[in-house]
């Protein structure tokens, strides 16, 4: 598989994916990076004094409330804390040889992940803003959303501070995680790289590059943490099959496997996936019960655990509560306060799950598949 600047995290646990005679599917896009790619798209308009690309029609009604959200804190932002950058430049695409340990920018074209233009021996990246600061350094800066913590993608942004930096022959740039929240201001980590920086990045990244063709899969949460597409090729996931589900237990019927066989095996698969993903389930809740609640110190000095977070979420009921409050107050009547309630509510074609059926798959025909309409 290519490597990408984006999956620099992925580069430094395991370098099994980027064997170069690996052919993974493209991993999908979980709707926290999807609500990131749209909102930031729509920031970018507004760096560059282009006309606002909207939401699109791929988001939910939910997600697209978000993407508003985020968009509307971050042009604030953008106007306090970004206000004095000069120069700035959006979703740039470049090109670094390991070998040569020299960069450049990419021509743009319709898709921001097109790296077509670039040599065979060259890995790529985008950023998503760069510009020249107050003290004349230049800036690169990636924006995140979703819950996964801003420190996980340092190794991104310091490798796509190298792209950069080689590319506009700098020695001294400095670069920018900002994660952007739909309820409070973005939040920011800043590192200055300097030319030993930059070569000892190089250095390191060159290495790891070079050492991939003869690399063994290292299979941890990072698996799923940071989307490894190499999962459904990944000769570690039926090593670790064959660890949950006892031998004797798949004699019978067709073996597990990825390729295609027929609808059939396909189905066979589809009951078996159920049946790890139940013993996956066992396993994790023994897991849990065992663990102490502050956590407990392994022997490598990382940490187990489980952390939490704060969420916010509208009250269905209190909402109606407070419709129906305003409404009395206003003095409408009951049908028209039963309207305003309704008015609030949406439909959408919900997934009932892959699963094997007597007669055909019953689906709702008067929806669009994964949109929503108003009610």
């Not at 490598?300 to 009921?317: I, M, N, P, Q, V």
């Amino acid at each position: 598989m290519k490597f990408s600047a984006s999956k620099s995290p992925l580069l430094t646990i395991c370098m099994y994916p980027f064997r170069p005679e690996l052919v993974a599917p493209e991993a999908p896009s979980d709707p926290a990076a999807q609500i990131g790619t749209v909102a930031w798209a729509r920031l970018a308009a507004h760096i560059e004094g282009a006309a606002d690309p909207g939401n699109g029609e791929e988001l939910s009604l939910d997600d697209a409330a978000k993407v508003d959200a985020i968009v509307a804190i971050g042009k604030v932002w953008l106007e306090r804390e970004r206000a004095s950058m000069r120069a700035p430049k959006c979703e740039v695409k470049y090109a670094w040889s390991p070998s040569k340990d020299a960069a450049r920018e990419l021509p743009k074209t319709s898709s921001l992940r097109d790296y077509s233009n670039a040599k065979a021996d060259e890995v790529c990246g985008s950023t998503d803003l760069e510009y020249l600061a107050d003290d004349e350094v230049l800036t690169v800066e990636d924006c995140k959303t979703g819950f996964t913590p801003l420190v996980n993608y340092v190794p991104q942004i310091r490798t796509l501070g190298l792209f950069v930096a080689r590319s506009r022959g700098v020695r001294k740039i400095r670069v920018i995680l900002t994660k952007l929240y739909e309820d409070r201001p973005p939040e920011s980590i800043v590192s200055i790289l300097d030319g030993f920086a930059l070569d000892a990045i190089a250095e390191d990244l060159r290495n790891r590059l070079a050492a991939a063709p003869a690399s063994e899969p290292i299979p941890g949460g990072h698996c799923t943490e940071m989307f490894c597409p190499a999962r459904l090729v990944c000769p570690a996931v039926p090593a670790l099959i064959a660890e949950l589900v006892p031998a004797d237990a798949l004699v019978k019927g067709p073996k597990f496997s990825h390729t295609f066989i027929s609808h059939d095996h396909d189905a066979r698969m589809l009951d078996f996936c159920r049946l790890l993903k139940k013993a996956a389930d066992d396993m994790k809740k023994q897991i849990e019960l065992r663990t102490p609640q502050a956590g407990v110190q392994l022997g490598d000095g990382r940490w187990l655990g489980e952390g939490t977070h704060y969420e916010t979420k509208f009250s269905e009921a209190q909402l109606k509560a407070k419709i129906r409050e305003l409404g009395e107050a206003a003095k409408l009547d009951d049908e028209a306060i039963d309207l305003a309630i309704d008015s609030c509510s949406y439909r959408y074609e919900k997934s009932g799950g892959y699963k094997v059926t007597k007669g055909p798959p019953k689906r709702v025909n008067a929806l669009p598949s994964k949109k929503t309409e108003a009610a």
